[in-house]
């Protein structure tokens, strides 16, 4: 139940495509759905977030798409740029404790080809 | 400073060794994580810190592994008596408010390796 499913574990785009990654959860209790972009050797950086009361949101090449009764969210990377290889993870965050806690899905390993 | 810094960047332990891993977060950051990513995976949640109390440390993997953050500023993860499962990079984040509704900051990690 704490679980975050992503897809697919690796993805490989031409530039100026659209990458198109997935997650999937369980539990209804989440309430905040980030996406986090990591190059190797770094920690991992919040690109975009949402939460469940809005289905769409938007911050120039990123949208995130969420759907609530299916419990699943993605992320869209339009016009993908050979800078946007890294890999994603998407993740869903519980209060508890009172803070919100990272369940982070097994990460996507993006490549863009030039 | 700007960011989270974390240090060591790299540690090698022999197996049965002990390991402390630092973690300066953000000025004036209340919350603090630890987070641990195997290699090819996302990372999994181990402790956090509001201010100096650690208020969950539900996801340490055993009693080897404590956390502190006595003066609710620098955080320390001791891993004691070391075994080849503990290779992982461990990652601290801090944020802002308790929420995090502003996001968190993760730091490059400490990347350690027991043989």
């Known amino acids: 139940q704490q679980q975050v499913k992503q897809s697919p574990q690796s993805l490989i785009v031409q530039k100026g495509g659209i990458s198109i990654i997935n997650c999937a959860y369980e539990?209804?209790?989440?309430?905040?759905f980030p996406w986090y972009q990591q190059f190797p050797g770094k920690g991992p950086a919040l690109l975009i977030a949402?939460?469940?009361?809005?289905s769409e949101k938007k911050e120039g090449r990123f949208t995130i798409s969420f759907n609530k009764s299916a419990k699943q969210f993605s992320l869209h990377i339009m016009d993908s740029q050979p800078g946007d290889s890294a890999t994603y993870f998407c993740a869903a965050s519980i209060n508890r404790g009172g803070a919100q806690k990272l369940v982070f899905g097994q990460g996507t390993r993006l490549t863009i080809n030039p | 400073g700007a960011g989270v810094s974390q240090s060591p960047r790299y540690k090698v332990a022999k197996r049965g060794q002990d390991v402390a891993l630092r973690c300066d977060p953000i000025s004036g950051h209340v919350s603090l994580f630890w987070y641990q990513q195997a290699l090819g995976q996302g990372p999994e949640f181990l402790t956090y810190?509001?201010?100096?109390?650690?208020?969950?440390k539900s996801g340490l993997p055993s009693d080897r592994f404590f956390a502190e953050r006595p003066e609710g500023s620098v955080s320390t993860l001791k891993i004691q008596r070391t075994q080849q499962e503990d290779s992982a990079v461990y990652l601290c984040?801090?944020?802002?408010?308790?929420?995090?509704?502003?996001?968190?900051?993760f730091g490059s990690g400490t990347r350690l390796t027991v043989v």
């Open positions: 810190f509001q201010n100096e109390a650690q208020l969950d």
């Open positions: 984040a801090s944020s802002l408010t308790y929420r995090g509704e502003y996001g968190y900051t």
């Open positions: 539990n209804t209790a989440f309430d905040y």
């Open positions: 949402i939460r469940p009361d809005v």
